[in-house]
């Protein structure tokens, strides 16, 4: 059995929009991480995947529920004071590119070595800028890059550099948040192989949060479909996508496009009706590793 | 909406209004009591420098000053209440009287200037955002720029300078000749000065508000699914970026009915027009506290009206506010 | 078939501040009545420019350079603002990417139908407009028509929505429709509602469909012919069996090998390397020749014609010339699901 | 080209060619050259006003009063006879620095009132916003009117003051907005995620981003307290007479309009216009290098 390096039981986040009104943004979702896997994390805008990263990372404070992170519960927060530092080097967080990913005003120079500068790390290689220059050549960008700024890289250089940032700390976990979402497709593929490279080559272990079901079914070991705000199914990939038991999840893989005119055609495809969806349902282990919600049946 | 509902919403707001009243109110009665100077001098004047101190006293005990400040509020709020306001202490009359016999002056000056603003700054805008960046528009924006740097109090002595004491077409101060008291023609002849200075000052600004309002709209995906079904350019900016822009603009509008009076306060100055504003500027110079005091509360009240008015239109005609509230009542509650 | 859009030889330009971008280089393609072209490409390759250049939608600093293009055989290159009004919504029409920003916020979905029924047949009494609406919301399998006619596009859902556009499009019974990105910033599974809603539309109603996306998946799922274009130009058009069992240009097989659904069983995705060239100044030769493992010496001197392969299949790769060396392409062919 | 079919058709494969730096948008695009100019050399000649007066600017030669502008007076005196060349710079100095110290103020409350409701919660966020929506709503010089009749008699400072304090409402709701939108993005997310503390996004990441969007305001703002100093002096409700500024020397236009003594009302005021407008030209430059979108009609 793998070290479980992440472990979430029961995991709720309510947002309380007014005195009314209020989202159950996640409801009752557990997992564990193991070291060294990627687990994805799947589901459609809205479905609180990225609540869960944001949870993990200690941005939004949970309604319910547990994380521990090698054992240290990271929602009590005296826990979290006593083992503060070692919880923000180890776990890292990576965003959507977006205009607001990386400051405007910094050179990719002084994003990269924002975290040492943070911690007071003295840089394994001299100065910080040399440090910043190793981290970036890792993820395939020369030092050339280093006094540009955000606004003058491409998508996918930006991504490369929000990575560089992640792992100038060598972190234990990667919490990829729609890493790949606004690239194109060739650029996506240049950055899926990064992470793969960084899990198979440093043994990182990586929560993988997507809406592109082919990526994900590529890169990750494990993989769990949420709906609005509940975990409906986790299984291995393989057998996830083999062998689909909530209809959430069946519907979902079949209404990914495969690139192929006459297999496509002529697919069949699965509809989901939202009405049929029971929240209240279980999340019962029905093979070994693999979790469905299933219908309660009080 | 239920009727009920309806009784609520409007139960509401007049109960902010009445709050909202007492705190200036209060506000402004506690700062001016604060203010230097001896506030037996705004009721004798000079005698007071000639008073004994047994006088004084009396003076004093007589009007109440020598009780704590809120029991002398309490007294002013009863009096206010009743409609005793008072007695101005520069005009010796009931601070009712003297600004009864002011306010149609600034009301016939500020409403004719807040209704051709109003209305000249939405052609204007319309005419710009119809000529984004040609000519029309930049010559209209670099005019609108140097208006807006000139001071209204100076551009009222220009207009003075070249239509009164040059040209001598136009006169330059009062609101009628003596005598003259029920001759409209006489009237408008001085209001065109004074109206013109109060326009021009603020024309510009909300041309350029509702210029810029249009323009953002234009910008919005649906005006290129307006031009993609096949709408002419007038359809699209009138009967869709006009009409999205409208709500804000006429909200904007009502805030800025202090703003406009404002402005008319600094022009009756300079015109020596017998209005509210050439009285406030007496009244704090001569610390007229009674006086001031009244038309402070009069400015808050329209200030208090004005935004009051402007966020139930913004409430009631703009539907993306009501979708605000939707989506946060009914849309996302999944449970 | 009599062809219903003519496009030749077209050019774009955008003028910005930091340059001129040339968005669209030499494009030439016709669409024939009934059939569901789609126009595959990166952000930036300029297939939403060329869209709106055929509707003339361009913003103010793009400019038709160069290029004829022919509608129902007439020229409309010089048509203006005020002939081309004639045009849309009768003769083409446009979806547009995003649903939640294309619908008029403060106008209900059912005027806003209307408006569009009402654009060609002004004349037309209130009635008959109120069913012609209901007939189109049903026709876009929007439920409960009468109902939703006077709701605003706040209570509607991303893909009630997008159902919504297209029933403002296809108000006018147009010939063409332009479909730009329909479907990207919608969820996976309404995506597949959408696509099928737009094949059910092509077949009942006939309409010559332009389906502009970047996921080789979605247009696998409703294209007759495939254009691939890259840096401005299309540099591969065929029908979709031929794109995808037989691409010849590298930049296809670059595209195709990067899908992580092709990629089963390989530990890394294959990629293409580098980034697309800015169009400020395009290179030399072939705009793809830095990029690509197969480049010949002369791809960076001299731009590549179309080489035709069938009467469908055309490609710009000096690869097709007779004299350049026989290369195998790294994929290609039928797979089996 | 001078190579044979068989060299073009060698295959050659991936060769890097030189990226070409991208276009940059140069920043003296559209910069207001002539409006930068005219101020600073009305400004610097404010603050050398020594050096160009030839008169003490508030020496009252009551045997020329009224004088057109001669070559002993270059623009004529005022109706107390204070010779006006002189009193332009001298008087400018002060208005400016009026400006200056007026804009200081509010910048500060702004930046404050601005911080604490972007950073606090919602309910003192909504609070404080209701608040300068009215404050915004009250005309700015009605408030400074009342200042100064309760503090009696002006002084540069206590001017300064009444005006910094009425005009900070628009700065602040700027302020206040950037901080939101900052805070929420997803680089301060990743900052706080990687230890950063308060301080430290402060001053990397808060700080250097809202105030460049705050510059085009505080600019504005010097342009309205100069104007507000100018309405006030003559208005009778600034500076007294005898401390000569901009307005002070604009407050004797009564008696000039009797005397058609043209100069003492134009001069000052063409100084004082001309002045705004450079520095709205400036204001506009700023606003406008944050880029635009195009219009879609």
């Not at chain 2, 709500?247 to 100055?269: D, Q, R």
């Not at chain 3, 919301?137 to 159902?163: A, D, K, T, W």
């Not at chain 4, 085009?216 to 000569?244: D, H, K, Q, W, Y």
Request: include cysteine.
């Amino acid at each position: 059995m793998p070290e479980t390096l992440l472990d979430v039981e029961h995991l709720s986040h309510v947002f309380r929009l007014s005195k009314h009104a209020h989202i159950r943004a996640v409801d009752d979702v557990s997992f564990q991480l193991h070291r060294g896997e990627i687990l994805g994390l799947v589901g459609e805008s809205g479905s609180g995947k990225s609540t869960v990263a944001r949870c993990l990372m200690n941005i939004y404070q949970p309604t319910a529920g547990v994380i521990r992170y090698q054992g240290v519960n990271i929602l009590d927060r005296r826990e979290f004071a006593r083992n503060r530092k070692m919880l923000e080097t180890r776990r890292q967080i990576i965003f959507q590119d977006s205009a607001s990913s990386l400051n405007q005003r910094m050179k990719v120079a002084d994003i990269i070595a924002e975290p040492m500068h943070i911690h007071h790390i003295k840089p394994p290689r001299g100065s910080l800028r040399e440090e910043a220059a190793y981290q970036l050549k890792y993820v395939g960008m020369d030092a050339s890059y280093l006094d540009q700024y955000p606004s003058e890289l491409s998508g996918g250089q930006r991504q490369r550099v929000a990575i560089a940032r992640a792992l100038s700390m060598e972190p234990e976990l990667l919490v990829a948040d729609e890493p790949i979402a606004s690239l194109d497709v060739s650029i996506q593929a240049q950055i899926v192989n990064l992470f793969k490279h960084c899990n198979q080559e440093h043994g990182f272990s990586i929560l993988f949060i997507a809406h592109d079901l082919a990526m994900v079914e590529f890169l990750c070991h494990r993989v769990g479909v949420m709906y609005r705000g509940r975990m409906v199914e986790l299984a291995p990939t393989a057998e996830l996508f083999g062998d689909p038991r909530h209809a959430y999840t069946k519907a979902l893989l079949s209404a990914i496009p495969y690139p192929d005119p006459v297999i496509q055609k002529n697919r069949p495809r699965v509809d989901f009706e939202e009405l049929e969806f029971d929240r209240e349902g279980a999340f019962t282990e029905v093979t070994p590793g693999h979790f469905v919600l299933q219908e309660d049946r009080r | 909406m239920m009727k009920q509902n309806l009784l609520l919403y409007w139960g509401k707001k007049a109960l902010v209004f009445l709050v909202s009243v007492m705190v200036l109110s209060v506000a402004v009665f506690y700062i001016s009591r604060l203010a230097p100077g001896d506030p037996l001098m705004s009721y004798y004047g000079e005698r007071t420098e000639k008073m004994s101190v047994e006088e004084k006293e009396a003076a004093r005990e007589k009007l109440g000053l020598n009780d704590p400040i809120h029991v002398q509020y309490v007294r002013w709020l009863q009096n206010a209440l009743k409609g005793d306001f008072g007695i101005s202490y520069k005009y010796k009359q009931d601070v009712t009287e003297v600004i009864g016999s002011r306010i149609g002056n600034t009301l016939i000056l500020g409403g004719i200037g807040f209704v051709l603003t109003f209305l000249g700054a939405l052609g204007l805008g319309i005419l710009c955002a119809w000529h984004e960046d040609k000519w029309p528009d930049q010559l209209l924006c670099k005019g609108g720029t140097l208006l807006s740097c000139i001071p209204e109090f100076w551009l009222s002595l220009v207009m003075i300078l070249v239509f009164s004491v040059t040209l001598q077409w136009l006169p330059s101060s009062g609101a009628y000749d003596v005598g003259h008291k029920h001759d409209i023609l006489n009237r408008a002849e001085h209001l065109i000065l004074p109206l013109t200075v109060v326009v021009l000052e603020h024309l510009w600004y909300y041309a350029y508000m509702i210029r810029n309002k249009l323009l953002e709209e234009t910008r919005a995906d649906y005006v290129l699914l307006g031009k993609a079904k096949g709408l002419s350019k007038k359809k699209i900016l009138l009967g869709h970026c006009l009409r999205n822009s409208l709500p804000s603009y006429i909200s904007l509008m009502a805030i800025s009915v202090p703003h406009v009076l404002g402005g008319t306060y600094i022009v009756e100055k300079v015109f020596s027009y017998p209005g509210i504003g050439t009285l406030s500027f007496e009244s704090a110079q001569y610390h007229d506290y009674n006086l001031l005091m009244v038309l402070c509360m009069l400015t808050g009240i329209v200030v208090i009206l004005g935004n009051l008015i402007g966020g139930i239109i913004n409430e009631r005609i703009d539907p993306r506010i009501k979708a605000a509230e939707v989506t946060e009542t009914s849309e996302v509650t999944w449970d | 078939m009599e062809e219903i859009l003519n496009i030749k030889n077209l050019s774009v330009n955008i003028h910005a501040p930091g340059g001129t971008v040339h968005a669209v280089r030499d494009v030439s393609f016709e669409l024939y009545p009934g059939e569901v072209l789609a126009i595959v490409g990166e952000s930036g390759c300029g297939k939403s420019m060329l869209c709106k250049a055929i509707m003339k939608l361009l913003p103010k600093s793009a400019k038709v350079e160069g290029g004829q293009i022919f509608a129902n055989g007439v020229d409309i290159t010089h048509y203006s603002q005020k002939d081309m009004e004639k045009l849309r919504g009768k003769l083409f029409s446009y979806v547009f990417q995003d649903p939640m920003t294309a619908l008029n916020p403060t106008i209900p979905i059912g005027k806003q139908i209307g408006e569009a029924v009402l654009v060609h047949e002004p004349k037309l009494p209130k009635a008959q407009v109120y069913e012609r609406v209901i007939e189109l919301m049903e026709l876009v399998g929007i439920q409960r028509p009468r109902e939703r006619y006077h709701l605003y596009p706040y209570n509607f859902s991303g893909g009630m929505r997008q159902r919504s556009v297209m029933a403002i499009a296809l108000a006018s019974n147009p010939r063409i429709l332009l479909a730009d990105e329909p479907t990207t910033a919608l969820d996976v599974t309404i995506q597949a509602q959408i696509l099928d809603l737009l094949k059910k539309i092509q077949v009942q109603l006939g309409t010559a469909t332009i389906l502009v996306s970047h996921d080789l998946g979605v247009v696998a799922s409703a294209a007759d012919r495939v254009a691939i274009m890259y840096a401005g130009k299309i540099v591969e058009i065929g029908t979709a069996e031929e794109v995808y069992y037989d691409p010849r240009h590298p930049y296809t097989w670059g595209l195709m090998q990067s899908l992580p659904a092709l990629n089963k069983g390989n530990a890394e995705l294959k990629t293409i390397p580098g980034m697309p060239p800015t169009l400020v100044e395009p290179p030399v030769g072939d705009a793809f020749a830095c990029r690509n493992q197969y480049a010949l010496e002369i791809d960076y001197h001299q731009q590549p014609p179309m080489f035709r392969i069938s009467d469908t299949h055309y490609a710009a790769t000096w690869l097709l010339d007779p004299r350049a060396p026989k290369i195998t392409p790294p994929i290609g062919g039928k797979r089996n699901a | 080209m001078g190579l044979t079919d068989q060299e073009l058709f060698t295959p050659v494969g991936i060769r890097q060619i030189p990226e070409k730096p991208a276009g940059k948008q140069r920043w003296h695009h559209g910069f207001p050259w002539i409006s930068a100019a005219l101020m600073t050399i009305i400004v610097a000649c404010c603050m050398g006003a020594e050096l160009l007066m030839t008169k003490d600017p508030t020496f009252m030669d009551l045997q020329n009063c009224s004088v057109a502008p001669n070559a002993e007076f270059l623009f004529g005196t005022d109706t107390l006879g204070r010779d006006i060349f002189s009193g332009i710079w001298y008087g400018g100095r002060i208005s400016i620095t009026i400006g200056v110290l007026a804009t200081v103020i509010s910048t500060m409350i702004a930046v404050v009132y601005g911080a604490v409701s972007g950073v606090g919660p919602v309910w003192l966020d909504t609070l404080m916003m209701r608040f300068t929506e009215i404050f915004l709503s009250v005309p700015s010089l009605l408030i400074v009117l009342f200042l100064q009749a309760i503090w009696g008699e002006a002084n540069m400072l206590s001017l300064s003051v009444a005006i910094g304090v009425t005009g900070w409402a628009g700065i602040a709701k700027v302020i206040r907005t950037e901080v939101r939108q900052i805070r929420s993005s997803e680089y301060v997310l990743a900052s706080r995620c990687m230890g950063g503390r308060f301080f430290h996004v402060l001053r990397k990441h808060l700080a250097p981003n809202f105030l460049a969007s705050i510059m085009f305001m505080v600019i504005m703002n010097v342009r309205t307290a100069i104007s507000a100093e100018s309405t006030l002096s003559f208005m009778g409700m600034g500076l007294p007479l005898e401390i000569v500024s901009w307005g002070s020397m604009l407050s004797l236009a009564e008696k000039a309009l009797l005397t058609q003594s043209w100069w003492i009302i134009l001069i000052p005021g063409g100084f004082l216009v001309t002045l705004l407008m450079c520095i709205t030209n400036m204001g506009n430059y700023l606003r406008k290098a944050a880029n635009r979108k195009e219009s879609n009609l």
